[in-house]
């Protein structure tokens, strides 16, 4: 059984760009879930995709917007990046009618 | 706002003592409850989790937590910890059905040998 995996694992921009990483899902999992995770902080919820449509979305911008394939991998996606959306960007699978959410080893974003 | 509290930021602790990690959350509704672990440089593991039954579960590596419904609290122990238990460690709460996991700002356990 394969695990969650993420893409790439490091990344630099500088301000004002945009920015795609990527995360496959584990085996069989049909719902992937996005989080930020700031230096010092806990993870914050992003927005969540089931059937490749958004089922749910934190306190995020429009700039912050995702896609779902029908494989269930996803991307997210981060436009006019800022120096505050330096973080790790965790992605996490599961099946949409279970609790359990299985977590990748995330992208760690840097913004100069 | 439903939140989850995490009453230490950081807990120094000796090789082979006990530890234990508090964790409280804001509402009394059903819950489901869970502690992952996260490596220097790595994702969160999924360390124990509570869905429902017995308030005590156990976890890998030795952990376990139990759930008091009363005190809305779910700690996180172990009787004798390793240096290799040293990480952060966050208690997460999902609060109904199929809501995201809301995070507590996390516990940075450092083992002394």
């Known amino acids: 059984e394969t695990g969650v995996t993420q893409s790439p694992t490091h990344l630099i921009k500088t301000r004002g760009q945009q920015v795609t990483l990527r995360c496959s899902s584990q085996?069989?999992?049909?719902?992937v879930s996005w989080y930020q995770q700031a230096l010092g902080q806990g993870p914050q919820f992003i927005f969540q995709?089931?059937?490749?449509?958004?089922?749910g979305r934190g306190n995020f911008p429009p700039r912050f917007s995702g896609l779902q394939f029908p494989n269930y991998s996803s991307e997210l996606n981060v436009n006019a990046l800022e120096l505050d959306d330096s973080a790790l960007y965790l992605c996490?699978?599961?099946?949409?009618?279970?609790?359990?959410?299985?977590f990748g080893p995330g992208t760690r974003l840097l913004v100069l | 706002a439903q939140s989850v509290t995490q009453l230490d930021s950081q807990v120094p602790v000796f090789e082979e003592a006990p530890v234990e990690l508090r964790c409280n959350y804001s509402s009394s509704v059903s819950v489901y409850l869970f502690w992952y672990v996260q490596y220097p440089n790595q994702g969160l593991q999924l360390l124990l989790k509570?869905?429902?039954?017995?308030?005590l579960v156990k976890g890998i590596n030795g952990f376990e937590a139990e759930f008091n419904k009363s005190q809305t609290s779910f700690h996180l122990r172990k009787p004798s910890v390793h240096i290799s238990d040293t990480a952060e460690y966050f208690c997460a709460v999902r609060f109904s059905g199929n809501t995201p996991l809301v995070f507590g700002k996390g516990t940075r356990l450092s083992v002394i040998a």
């Open positions: 509570y869905l429902s039954g017995s308030t």
């Open positions: 996490a699978s599961s099946f949409f009618d279970q609790e359990t959410q299985y």
């Open positions: 085996s069989g999992h049909n719902t």
């Open positions: 995709y089931y059937r490749e449509e958004e089922n």
